[in-house]
């Protein structure tokens, strides 16, 4: 089972199927395994635990996917026949796909089971087959980088930038250039090598630690956005991951009310894709602005974390007569609903509460060796927030 879908069944299952403390351990432990070492792994076949791969038929071995990001990453590789086609010319490929364990699939039972969702193609000639993908641009490129290719030898430069990648294909003789406009923002982008009549030898990936400037891949299609209505108080906010966006600060008093509208993602497929309250103090009353310090957040769905020793937090969670089932959560959060979360302030607590789609939240962290002004801001995963307005204090 995906590791994501296991930390599901731990939300999901908090208070009845698992206790609740040691469902939070869990939860913590899987948030923390951001190499996935703790998940139960099939055995591995000969193309994914060595550099060669050979491929007959067409797709007939696909190597494992390689994440691309926000920083460049460059694979090199050797490509020519299979030996079984010799002096048939190689014709090789890539695939580009999401999926929630990194891999290509073609059954119906995997595809449903791990959300593979395939982009599209690009062959190594520049050619390019549209799946998901919006739309796929491509044009041939001078560089001076091919005259340190050698002959038979391919390098592949590939990142991504929100809903925009970019993949150059660069052999001794030509380099080819795709721009690549994404569906959303929110999947993520896998590059699998495959093709037809080919044997790869040499592979390997180097990862730069340069992050790329936004406006780095030249935009093909129009951003995708879900938050172009009128705004409350302050500015809508869209998270299409974890935590990409957060809303502007607000100073937490003693009645404070935040009300807003959210509506998950078409993407979202998740418990936890929805709406979250930041608490953190800062100089400037920012999130990630001077001197900031990450004090606690808390998910709609009722997950409460404390991230400074200076916390100490009590969440209560409970089920109501409206609460339909997770299932019945997660299609409520598609089609959007009016939130409002309460802040009570006595002594160093601060008590948040909010009621949604059948789960009461009301969560208490206490805060010491804090001396400078706490704020609340909205964010979240996959989720949408607009009309945000904000009643009880005269700090906005």
């Given at each position: ?22 469902a939070r351990h869990m939860l913590h ?12 792994r099939e055995e591995l076949s000969k ?234 103090c800062s100089d400037d009353g920012k ?110």
């Amino acid at each position: 089972i995906p590791q994501q879908k296991v930390r599901e069944e731990f939300v999901k299952g908090a208070g009845t199927q698992f206790d609740p403390e040691y469902a939070r351990h869990m939860l913590h432990l899987i948030d923390v395994d951001t190499e996935y070492d703790m998940q139960a792994r099939e055995e591995l076949s000969k193309s994914e635990t060595e550099t060669d791969l050979i491929i007959t038929e067409y797709r007939s071995a696909v190597s494992e996917g390689i994440l691309l990001t926000n920083s460049m990453t460059t694979v090199h590789m050797n490509i020519m026949s299979d030996e079984e086609a010799t002096g048939i010319t190689p014709v090789p490929s890539m695939i580009l796909f999401d999926s929630l364990d990194g891999k290509v699939h073609t059954t119906e039972r995997k595809i449903r089971d791990l959300l593979y969702f395939e982009y599209g193609e690009i062959w190594f000639d520049g050619r390019t087959v549209t799946a998901g993908a919006r739309k796929m641009q491509t044009k041939a490129i001078k560089t001076a980088a091919a005259a340190t290719v050698k002959s038979g030898e391919y390098r592949i430069e590939a990142a991504r930038i929100k809903d925009h990648a970019i993949i150059r294909i660069i052999t001794r003789n030509k380099t080819s250039e795709v721009i690549i406009a994404l569906p959303d923002s929110s999947r993520f982008l896998y590059i699998g090598f495959t093709g037809e009549h080919c044997r790869i030898s040499g592979l390997r990936t180097e990862k730069s630690e340069i992050v790329l400037p936004a406006g780095y891949i030249p935009r093909i299609a129009e951003e995708i956005s879900y938050i172009n209505v009128p705004a409350g108080d302050i500015p809508n906010i869209q998270a299409d991951g974890y935590r990409t966006a957060h809303s502007d600060g607000i100073e937490i008093t003693d009645g404070l009310k935040i009300t807003f509208h959210t509506m998950s993602l078409p993407t979202a497929r998740l418990v936890w894709h929805c709406p979250y309250i930041d608490l953190y103090c800062s100089d400037d009353g920012k999130v990630r602005g001077a001197n900031y310090r990450d004090l606690m957040f808390m998910r709609i769905d009722g997950e409460c974390w404390d991230y400074d020793p200076a916390c100490a937090t009590e969440p209560s969670v409970t089920q109501t007569a409206e609460f339909g089932g997770w299932e019945a959560w997660k299609d409520k959060n598609k089609e959007g609903f009016d939130c409002t979360v309460t802040f009570t302030v006595t002594d160093n607590s601060i008590t948040i509460s909010t009621e949604n789609a059948g789960i009461s939240v009301r969560n208490t962290t206490t805060i010491t060796d804090v001396t400078r002004r706490i704020y609340a801001a909205l964010t979240g995963d996959q989720c949408a927030i607009t009309n945000i307005r904000i009643s009880g204090t005269t700090n906005k």
